[in-house]
């Protein structure tokens, strides 16, 4: 029985401006093989200016690029509504943005590396509750205040939780001062067999109550972001997660790029069926869209 071969047409459609070495140079249209489109500006063949980059699974981004990659002010827009406005470098959130989260929670602040690193607020909708201060690799973590509607709490963060020496400060006119530790909590107990999970739960010990004070955060010196999927989910004093915040751009051609969800309402870049079929993660980042995207511009005419 003779193998059956099927052939697969990787031509791309153009329309549009061209320099005297036949690239594309200038302002055109192009529909790549998987079904996305760009419209904007080109420049030796590659993506560079203004341009909209549309993908066939309902993102898109609007924005600068510089060969092929975001880069500059632009927005991007994920399959499940969420978005990011603000700062690009390299394929990359990076500078200063704000991330519109599906549950409505926001945040808005310093990006690095595609993760959420430096100083920055991040407002929970459900409870009008909000995390202002340090974030490093995506985290919690550093001087920072938790504002509630008729409280707050004033102190560090490492590891997404409340750490060492704090005070929370009331609308009624004072303060309660104390520290936070970590103790273990185990569960599991009613299963022998099974191994006991062992949770670090912080704990609020107070020492005081005076009259207000003014406070002055001491924030320590940033370390850049490790390498590795940043996503994790961030636990704040209120118990709650971030969820998978951020989830990688999808690469062009495949640039579509989503955010996971909560705890925090986190960025989402992707969803497991999105990961499954692309092969990219959220916040974390896998096959970006733009990968995929650059690799049909090589196969442009």
Same mark, same amino acid.
């Given at each position: 029985?003779?193998p059956?071969i099927?052939?697969i047409?990787?031509?791309?459609?153009?329309?549009?401006d061209r320099?005297?070495a036949?690239?594309?140079?200038?302002?055109?249209?192009?529909?790549?093989p $998987?079904?996305d489109t760009y419209e904007g500006?080109?420049?030796?063949?590659?993506?560079?200016g203004?341009g909209?980059?549309?993908?066939? $699974? %309902?993102?898109?981004?609007?924005?600068?690029?510089?060969k092929?990659k975001?880069?500059g002010q632009?927005?991007?827009?994920?399959?499940?509504?969420?978005?990011?406005?603000g700062?690009?470098?390299?394929?990359?959130?990076?500078?200063h943005?704000?991330y519109?989260y599906? $549950?409505n929670?926001t945040?808005?602040?310093d990006?690095f590396?595609?993760?959420?690193?430096?100083?920055g607020?991040y407002f929970y909708?459900d409870?009008?509750?909000?995390?202002?201060?340090?974030w490093?690799? %995506?985290?919690?973590e %550093?001087a920072?205040e938790?504002?509630?509607?008729?409280?707050?709490?004033?102190?560090?963060?490492?590891?997404? $939780?409340?750490?060492?020496?704090?005070?929370?400060?009331?609308?009624?006119g004072c303060?309660?001062?104390?520290?936070?530790?970590? #103790?273990?909590?185990e569960?599991?107990?009613e299963?022998?067999?099974?191994?006991?999970?062992?949770?670090?739960?912080?704990?609020?010990?107070?020492?005081?109550?005076t009259?207000l004070?003014?406070?002055?955060? #001491?924030?320590?010196?940033?370390?850049?972001p490790?390498?590795?999927?940043?996503?994790?989910?961030?636990?704040?004093?209120?118990?709650?997660?971030?969820?998978e915040?951020?989830?990688?751009?999808?690469p062009e051609?495949?640039?579509?790029?989503?955010?996971?969800l909560?705890?925090?309402?986190?960025?989402?870049?992707?969803?497991?069926?999105?990961a499954g079929?692309?092969?990219?993660?959220?916040?974390?980042?896998n096959?970006?869209f733009?990968e995929e995207e650059?690799?049909?511009s090589?196969?442009?005419?």
């Amino acid at each position: 029985m003779l193998p059956v071969i099927l052939l697969i047409s990787f031509t791309q459609e153009y329309e549009g401006d061209r320099n005297e070495a036949g690239e594309r140079h200038g302002h055109g249209k192009a529909r790549l093989p $998987n079904g996305d489109t760009y419209e904007g500006n080109y420049e030796f063949g590659k993506r560079h200016g203004q341009g909209i980059y549309k993908f066939k $699974n %309902g993102a898109r981004y609007m924005g600068e690029y510089i060969k092929n990659k975001k880069h500059g002010q632009g927005t991007f827009i994920y399959p499940d509504g969420s978005r990011y406005e603000g700062e690009w470098a390299d394929d990359q959130r990076h500078g200063h943005g704000v991330y519109y989260y599906v $549950n409505n929670d926001t945040y808005t602040g310093d990006w690095f590396a595609h993760q959420r690193h430096g100083q920055g607020t991040y407002f929970y909708a459900d409870t009008g509750s909000k995390y202002v201060g340090t974030w490093v690799n %995506g985290q919690q973590e %550093g001087a920072a205040e938790l504002v509630h509607l008729n409280h707050r709490y004033q102190g560090k963060f490492m590891n997404k $939780n409340p750490v060492g020496p704090g005070k929370y400060v009331f609308d009624i006119g004072c303060e309660q001062h104390g520290e936070y530790r970590l #103790t273990d909590t185990e569960r599991g107990e009613e299963e022998e067999e099974e191994e006991t999970l062992i949770t670090i739960v912080p704990k609020w010990k107070a020492t005081k109550i005076t009259d207000l004070a003014l406070w002055t955060p #001491t924030l320590a010196e940033e370390q850049p972001p490790t390498e590795g999927p940043g996503q994790e989910e961030v636990v704040g004093i209120e118990g709650r997660g971030e969820s998978e915040e951020e989830a990688q751009d999808m690469p062009e051609g495949y640039e579509g790029e989503m955010e996971m969800l909560r705890p925090l309402g986190e960025d989402q870049d992707i969803y497991p069926e999105e990961a499954g079929e692309y092969g990219y993660d959220l916040d974390q980042g896998n096959v970006s869209f733009e990968e995929e995207e650059g690799r049909q511009s090589d196969l442009q005419d």
